[in-house]
């Protein structure tokens, strides 16, 4: 049975980089106090990601649901202190398709955090509405129905990322792409990766 490592290589933190501060300090204490909120800017789509279950979810400026997952749009996307380029880029991501999680808005800025609980601003260019998962802890098997015993399609080692597909009660279905470009389409426990939202319905 294949085992499947994403392409991109997990790397520490799965590919982060922590970037210098060259700032001066006082810059960074403007950083630290955050924006206040503004409206919304036009042009903004619900493709830019779908939010937890709520029946009265919380709205950003933009009028989308908060908090929402999306992906990374780019293999090299900043992390800034605050909502601008003139805060100091605090993380550097390597990981295309990665799922972060849209927890704020202030006009084209959107705060994110990942699966650890890093938290910071990028830019909606960065951003895709593009539904993915990243497997955690020990390798996940991937089955070929929502059944613990059902057959064993690939297994999906720590740090791998896959596209989201629908979800049921207690499992997700993902497509899994290896190295070489074989797809995998099966179904992972909700418990072996971070990406969806507990009880969300993924259709």
């Known amino acids: 049975m294949e085992g499947l490592t994403d392409s991109g290589g997990i790397g520490h933190r799965l590919g982060m980089i922590r970037f210098p501060l060259l700032i001066a300090a006082a810059a960074v204490a403007i ?26 979810p919380r709205r950003g400026p933009s009028g989308l649901p908060l908090p929402r997952f999306v992906s990374l749009h780019s ?37 994110v955090r990942d699966r650890d609980g890093t938290e910071g601003w990028v830019h909606k260019s960065m951003l895709s509405g593009r539904r993915t998962i990243v497997v955690m802890g020990a390798t996940q098997a991937l089955r070929e ?11 999906l080692e720590a740090g791998f990322i896959a596209r ?23 179904w992972l426990p909700r418990s072996g990766f971070w990406g969806v939202f507990e009880g969300e319905v993924v259709e």
């Open 31 to 56: 950083a630290l106090a955050g924006p206040q909120p503004s409206r919304a800017q036009s042009g903004e789509t619900s493709a830019e990601g779908t939010a937890a279950a709520d029946t009265t």
């Open 75 to 111: 293999d090299e996307v900043n992390m800034r202190t605050g909502p601008g380029v003139r805060y100091p880029i605090d993380w550097v991501y390597q990981r295309q398709g990665l799922p972060m999680q849209i927890i704020d808005e202030f006009e084209a800025w959107r705060r």
């Open 145 to 155: 129905e929502p059944l613990s015993g059902a057959q064993v399609l690939a297994y």
């Open 164 to 186: 989201l597909g629908s979800c049921l009660e207690g499992w997700c279905e993902v497509t899994a792409t290896s190295v070489e470009g074989q797809r995998y389409r099966g």
